[in-house]
């Protein structure tokens, strides 16, 4: 089977799928990063071509917040960042989609389309409050499955307001209602509208919010969530099949369209499982910019260098290839 990858590098999960020739997703795959991202996307392609070893890779695309090193890792054809690739995904989903609700593991975001093209986006990536990790967090303060969180939050027959500005502050408001005999489904929709909230009142600050509505993001599996999105905006949230890796999915169909016009793919092939990675990062001092360069060694031989403004470490690369 001719296949496109698409291989989504987070700070929490790492995502890898499988596109066919049809842009059918054919199969995905969601494992923790576990702060170790080359050793993630390695484990990532050994698992998904155990379950797949027939297929015939034409292209490869990645994203995310390790897009860059992922992509030197393996060979990608294409390098986007998650704005670009959670668009494109939506898009082909759901041709006529104008807003995008994005909340991963560590971060969120918001992209408004209008007629096929991003207009606006917002990214929330510096407090945690409403993140996956959070609720993680929450969840097993509260000794609950997280798998568990949404549909605990649906039994609530009185919700309770807990402060959502601040994790911390969220999480002793929770505290302080769990002293006063609230319910832990009370508390727990409580706090799913309170995130609900945060989001709108920060990412989506100033934002028109039009329909068709997506949801992405592994926190779209907490349907606490989605009621409080909908109950919010006073309108139908769609969540899509693959909300979970959607970034990845996005990642595919860029790789797919840049290798359209029959150029080879650049991907290194499955063996890249076994190869040794190097990365390290020191700082020039040729100039007052102080550029902070990332090197990476496969196999112990310098494959990549980025991060300088001038070009005069990334371009040495091609001539220690040669």
């Known amino acids: 089977m001719q296949a496109y990858l698409g291989i989504d590098v987070g700070s929490v999960s790492t995502n890898v799928i499988i596109l066919d020739d049809q842009a059918v997703v054919r199969d995905t795959l969601y494992i923790r990063t576990q702060g170790r991202p080359i050793e993630a996307v390695q484990t990532g392609l050994r698992q998904i071509y155990e379950r797949n070893s027939d297929i015939m890779v034409r292209g490869v695309g990645t994203t995310g917040s390790a897009r860059v090193l992922s992509g030197v890792v393996i060979g990608a054809d294409s390098v986007k960042n998650e704005i670009t690739a959670h668009a494109v995904a939506a898009m082909h989903l759901v041709p006529d989609v104008q807003t995008v609700l994005e909340i991963g593991g560590q971060d969120s975001k918001i992209i408004i389309m209008r007629n096929g093209i991003v207009t606006d986006f917002a990214m929330n990536t510096v407090c945690a409050a409403g993140t996956g990790s959070f609720l993680d967090q929450q969840a097993a303060r509260l000794s609950i499955p997280i798998e568990q969180f949404g549909d605990i939050a649906l039994e609530s027959q009185a919700p309770v307001r807990v402060a959502g500005r601040c994790a911390v502050f969220a999480e002793s408001d929770m505290i302080h209602k769990q002293q006063t005999g609230h319910s832990t489904a009370d508390i ?135």
């Open 188 to 322: 727990l929709n409580g706090l799913c509208q309170a995130l609900v909230r945060n989001y709108l009142n920060n990412v989506g600050k100033g934002k028109q919010i039009k329909e068709p509505i997506l949801f992405q993001g592994g926190v779209a599996a907490n349907k606490g969530m989605c009621r409080a999105f909908e109950e919010a905006l006073s309108t139908k949230v769609l969540v899509p099949p693959h909300f979970n890796v959607m970034g990845a999915v996005g990642a595919a169909l860029l790789a797919k369209e840049e290798v359209s016009d029959g150029r080879p793919t650049a991907f290194r092939g499955f063996g890249v499982t076994d190869f040794s990675y190097l990365p390290k990062s020191f700082e020039c001092s040729g100039c007052a910019n102080m550029c902070e360069i990332v090197e990476i060694r496969l196999n112990d031989k310098v494959i990549s260098r980025w991060g300088d403004h001038c070009g005069k470490w990334s371009n040495s690369v091609h001539e220690l290839l040669q």
